[in-house]
């Protein structure tokens, strides 16, 4: 017969089961899914004129005044001069009957402008108050300003002065990488640009709208103050038609050498294939990070600046290599320049990279990326960014998919995800590279 007053089990037994449940419960808690990453709510409607306006908000920014507004533009081009030319003279004394730039009438609203561009996208961007008091004059500003702006004759002569003794790398690179090699490439020449060519590229631009998103924090009375206004500026905006087929990338690497002497730079570009899923996103966000940091751990070189375009069908990655000043005698070495060069590209293969490698570097390098997304995530300019740039609202991404699978995306990705999503990435045959010496 048992002895129900028995314990089932001893002192030291049950003191044993209590801290093996504790530490389990620590396991526990420290493998689970990240709780840190918000999942914005997305609300949708369309303009007067048939452009879609996606709106993402957050209980994180409930009580918070900062507002991002982004006209989103799909003109495919390969005059990225033109392109740069209309955005920087927007940018500049363009509203009529004005010599400060839109910044400056913007400073005292507690708001400012900002734009984009690559060979795809084009963005104009506001970071605005909600607050009543600077809202709606930031938005009658913003609306006089993008209706009918003013490009003027003066401050167009300033900007081509100024361009020509400074001509943009990503041009460069981008005409080395997607345009046509059949014309004669030369460096000293910057494209030709009028200031009537920049009058009706912006008129084209509005015929040329993806979609327009509100980020952040709005009460009843400021999202129809919002409305109001989008659907003023927006009055004769059309939706893109256009694609990026005429854009091709080289199949075949190269190398460019420019100048004469000790080497001074490295410019290199590849392109990418369409980011499809969040994975891939974040793939790219690690390798760009290794990238980066294999190459600024070599004694000759001084640093490393990395770029990743990710346009919605003909994304693609460059960076750039300054090496350092006391690079020794023997970089003239043709071998030497062979291998050095070597770094520069081994990073396209996936074989090379250490990330795809070496589990502990991948393990390092995801955990960093996790705690900058936690900080990330919780600015309505990050997500102006994500919205804009990373997802396209007629891709295989957008930024609701975005919104709400990224945290799991996150939370599951494993170094498998990453080697797959790197070899389909990855277009090592287009890789192209400057080398600019002095």
């Known amino acids: ?173 981008e005409n080395v990488l997607f345009f046509d090699k059949t014309h004669e490439q030369n460096d000293s020449t910057v494209p030709v640009v009028s200031l009537d060519q920049i009058a009706d590229y912006y008129q084209s631009l509005k015929a040329s709208t993806a979609a327009i998103f509100v980020v952040g924090d709005m009460s009843p009375e400021a999202k129809q103050t919002v409305q109001d206004a989008i659907n003023t500026i927006s009055q004769d905006y059309r939706l893109s038609n256009t694609s990026a087929e005429a854009i091709y990338y080289e199949s075949v690497s190269s190398t460019i050498q420019q100048n004469e002497g000790e080497l001074w730079q490295t410019r290199s570009a590849i392109a990418l294939m369409q980011v499809s899923s969040i994975k891939e996103w974040i793939s790219l966000q690690i390798w760009g990070a290794d990238l980066v940091s294999t190459l600024n751990q070599q004694q000759h070189i001084d640093f490393v600046q990395l770029a990743l375009t990710l346009s919605p069908q003909r994304p693609w990655a460059w960076w750039n290599i300054q090496y350092a000043d006391n690079i020794t005698e023997t970089a003239n070495d043709p071998s030497d320049n062979d291998s050095r060069f070597m770094n520069a590209k081994s990073l396209v293969f996936v074989e090379q990279v250490p990330s795809a490698n070496d589990k502990k570097t991948f393990d390092t390098l995801l955990d960093n990326f996790k705690q900058q997304l936690e900080q990330q995530t919780l600015s309505p300019t990050w997500w102006s960014y994500i919205a804009t740039q990373v997802t396209h609202q007629d891709g295989p991404l957008t930024v609701k998919q975005f919104a709400e699978g990224y945290k799991e995306a996150v939370d599951s990705f494993t170094i498998e995800d990453y080697q797959a999503a790197l070899q389909h990435l990855l277009k090592p045959s287009s890789y192209q590279e400057i080398q600019v010496y002095q």
Not at 93 to 106: E, F, G, K, V
Not at 133 to 153: C, E, G, H, I, M
Request: proline share 8%; net charge positive; aromatic share 8%.
């Open 1 to 173: 017969m048992s002895d129900d007053s028995k314990p089932l089990f001893s002192r030291p037994v049950l003191a044993a089961v209590m801290l093996f449940c504790t530490l389990a419960i620590w396991l526990l808690n420290l493998t689970a899914p990240s709780s840190k990453l918000p999942t914005p709510q997305i609300e949708t409607w369309t303009t007067k004129s048939g452009i879609p306006v996606i709106w993402l908000k957050q209980a994180q920014w409930q009580g918070s005044n900062k507002l991002e507004v982004r006209f989103s533009f799909r003109s495919t081009t390969d005059n990225l001069a033109l392109t740069q030319a209309t955005l920087a003279m927007l940018m500049s004394d363009s509203l009529p009957l004005s010599t400060a730039s839109i910044n400056q009438r913007l400073a005292p609203l507690a708001a400012s402008a900002s734009s984009y561009y690559d060979h795809e996208n084009q963005t104009i961007g506001l970071t605005l108050s909600n607050e009543p008091r600077y809202l709606v004059p930031t938005l009658s500003l913003a609306a006089n300003w993008l209706k009918q702006p003013d490009f003027k004759r003066r401050t167009f002569d300033v900007w081509q002065t100024q361009q020509q003794a400074n001509p943009p790398v990503q041009h460069e690179l």
